[in-house]
């Protein structure tokens, strides 16, 4: 049974950071791409950031890019998002998923999915 299983989440101060982990097992994770999403309350979940299976090609939204960092340990079977910067507005529920797909922006394509981590930042 494939599971990915996030952790990190919590509440903080704008400004501030937080590293999300997501943790894979069941499957080969590195063969794998892997995203991250997040749905903020009564909006659409939408892409945050994601990392092709090698790890060394990354793609991010633009309200992320120069923030966020999307990273991943084969080894240890985990993708991490790290978070700096935090602003209200990243106030949502985080989910990560996998794919094999190369539309690696459209939650559409992602089979497997977290059951998602709380991150809130107060102003």
């Known amino acids: 049974q494939v599971q990915l299983v996030e952790s990190g989440g919590g509440t903080v101060q704008a400004g501030g950071s937080l590293r999300l982990s997501c943790a894979a097992s069941g499957r080969t994770f590195n063969g794998y791409r892997m995203g991250w999403f997040r749905q903020a309350p009564g909006k659409e979940r939408e892409f945050v950031a994601a990392i092709r299976s090698g790890g060394g090609i990354t793609y991010y939204a633009e309200s992320v890019k120069g923030r966020f960092t999307i990273s991943r340990d084969n080894a240890k079977n985990t993708v991490y998002l790290q978070m700096n910067s935090l602003k209200p507005e990243d106030t949502a529920v985080y989910y990560c998923?996998?794919?094999?797909?190369?539309?690696?922006?459209?939650?559409?394509?992602?089979?497997?999915w977290g059951q998602g981590t709380q991150v809130t930042v107060s102003s």
């Open positions: 998923a996998s794919t094999l797909s190369s539309m690696i922006r459209s939650d559409r394509v992602y089979d497997v």
